[in-house]
């Protein structure tokens, strides 16, 4: 596609409800992040799938986050029996880290609300 | 750890001035050096990439990179209002992930 594309943009969910994000790169990229962003404060690091692999899950807060590759496309970030300190944005980026493209670009971020 | 350090600020500057971000980095491995901006509610945007020591121009803006003193910045020539937003560091260790600032807050004033 021609950006990376999230989705659902807005996300409104009960404490305790699963939920699931999706993020669809670049055709091409071969690597894809997920961070998150509260609200005024920097990018948290959470996950790094290089294709279908993840060599770096350092940054899932707990077990309740885990996430998935398939077809070294699409991403599925899913966050189970939410809490309201999971509110944030979640952003999802791209990279083809190969040759002079190494620049990972964003999607528009999917905001979650926990109620 | 590898660490991406920057001033968090307000950095406020006139319009028409010459803003001056800077960042540094802790791992001498890294290779790859980016610039971000980042407009309230919207997600980041990439400015410049910088590779190899030295001076890389796009415009009004320009990227130093200084490995020696592993030290990075952003210029930005003759800002405008528009240019207020937050400006992200970030840095690429071994072709793998991407390391990132907290952020440096840039207020272009009227």
């Known amino acids: 596609g021609a950006g990376v594309s999230q989705s659902p943009s807005n996300k409104v969910t009960e404490k305790g409800k699963d939920v699931e994000l999706r993020c669809d790169p670049i055709s091409g990229h071969t690597a894809l992040y997920w961070y998150r962003q509260s609200l005024g404060q920097g990018l948290e690091f959470l996950i790094y799938?290089?294709?279908?692999?993840?060599?770096?899950k350092s940054g899932l807060p707990s077990d309740r986050f885990s996430a998935e590759r398939t077809g070294g496309s699409v991403s599925t970030l899913t966050i189970q029996r939410t809490q309201q300190e999971d509110s944030a944005v979640y952003l999802c980026?791209?990279?083809?880290?190969?040759?002079?493209?190494?620049?990972?670009?964003f999607g528009q971020g999917t905001r979650l609300t926990v109620v | 750890q590898k660490e991406v350090e920057q001033n968090s600020g307000p950095l406020s500057v006139p319009e028409g001035a010459i803003a001056s971000l800077n960042c540094t980095y802790s791992d001498r491995g890294s290779q790859s050096f980016f610039w971000y901006r980042q407009y309230s509610g919207k997600s980041p945007e990439l400015i410049m990439s910088?590779?190899?020591?030295g001076d890389k121009e796009d415009g009004r803006f320009t990227a130093q990179l200084n490995k020696a003193s592993q030290y990075v910045s952003l210029l930005i020539r003759d800002s405008q209002p528009s240019d207020s937003a937050t400006y992200l560091c970030?840095?690429?260790?071994?072709?793998?992930?991407?390391?990132f600032g907290s952020g440096t807050k840039l207020n272009v004033k009227p």
């Open positions: 970030a840095v690429i260790y071994n072709f793998n992930k991407f390391y």
């Open positions: 799938f290089q294709g279908n692999s993840a060599p770096d």
């Open positions: 910088i590779y190899s020591n």
């Open positions: 980026a791209s990279s083809s880290l190969a040759g002079t493209g190494l620049e990972a670009f």
